[in-house]
């Protein structure tokens, strides 16, 4: 088991100004390396205060590899559907490069509504652009002079410059969250999967159809998941918990407000059932997130539990992104629980 720090900004500029975020971000980053913490992530949104703070993670990523010598940095992930592949290739060859090969490229279809309202792009599109803005992204990295007929983008006898730090490319991996398909599918392809902690029995459902997907295919071994918590572990589970509740809740609110466009009836067939799981998370707080083992806040005894819960409840994950600065979470905070759990916690589950 692998743990790693997942910075997703939930703020608008009255709780936090962008500069004091940045600066308070990378003082974390630096202490990966330290720690133990063996990635850096950052997710790629727009326009709204839940993510708004963080519209290029390969910039964050960039600054976040001069900070550090062993951590890989991964988007976690960007975004196709808003992007020319001609651009994105060419910006991760840079950041692989930056970073001496540590980029993990992650790559997600996106799901807010008023994202794709914004960029003038249709939700019933987001599934083509994506197979087609990964499949062009990776050819570009892969080889030179190369072209591509898309639906969306066009090129001929083109290279990207530069050429990426790792070959044939960097490590590929794909955000997932509820839709079956794109578990199959990104086993099928040879992917890592970055996943979000819903329901445990759902979990295992759709790790089981990525590790079906994988074995299908032929590829060795059965393929590499990583899944994203909320973290906040101290020695006193009141003081983990009075530090963690409102961050915790801010944040979950932020994911139902800018998701909202949900529950006011958008619907495409590339997004099965995202209005009733929206619905589900914007009631979730706090102390359901505690109460169903995937909010590890707690003592070290309290979330080394919850992982080890987890992991088995669900087949087994390789990789933990750890969120540890959510929402308004002080600086200070996120620190001594960083420090924390890599002392107390994370040797004690490295074996899993």
Sequence with gaps: MQFGLNFFPCLSPAQKPAAQYFAEAMHLVGLADELGYTHIRQVEHYFHYYGGYSPNPIVFLAAAAQRTRRARLATGAVLPAFNNPLKLAGELGMLDGLSGGRLDAGFARAFLPHEFRHFGVSLDESRRRFTEGVAQIKLLLERENVSSEGEFHSFRDVTSLPR?????????????????????????????????????????????????????????????????????????????????????????????????????????????????????????????????????????????????????????????????????????????????????????????
Aim: glycine fraction near 10%; charge should be negative.
């Design 164 to 352: 990426p730090t790792q070959q044939p490319h960097p490590p590929i991996w794909v955000a997932a969250t509820s839709t079956p398909q794109s578990f199959e599918e990104t086993g099928r392809a040879g992917y890592g999967i970055m996943t979000i902690p819903l329901e445990p029995q759902r979990m295992r459902e759709l790790i089981g159809l990525y590790r079906e997907g994988w074995r299908s295919a032929g590829h060795p071994g059965r393929g590499t998941v990583m899944s994203n918590f909320i973290m906040c572990c101290l020695p006193s589970r009141a003081e983990a918990y009075a530090l963690a509740r409102e961050p915790t809740n801010g944040h979950l609110q932020g994911v139902a407000a800018a998701a909202a466009d949900w529950a006011k009836g958008a619907s495409t067939k590339d997004y099965p059932g995202y209005d009733r799981m929206i619905a589900q998370i914007s009631k979730e707080t706090f102390e359901d997130q505690v109460t169903k083992g995937v909010g590890l806040v707690g003592t070290p005894s309290d979330v080394i539990d919850m992982v080890r819960a987890y992991h088995a409840d669900v087949g087994g994950f390789e990789s933990a992104s750890l969120h540890v600065a959510p929402s308004t979470m002080p600086v200070e905070g996120a620190e001594r629980a960083m420090r924390h759990f890599a002392a107390e916690a994370m040797p004690k589950l490295a074996a899993l």
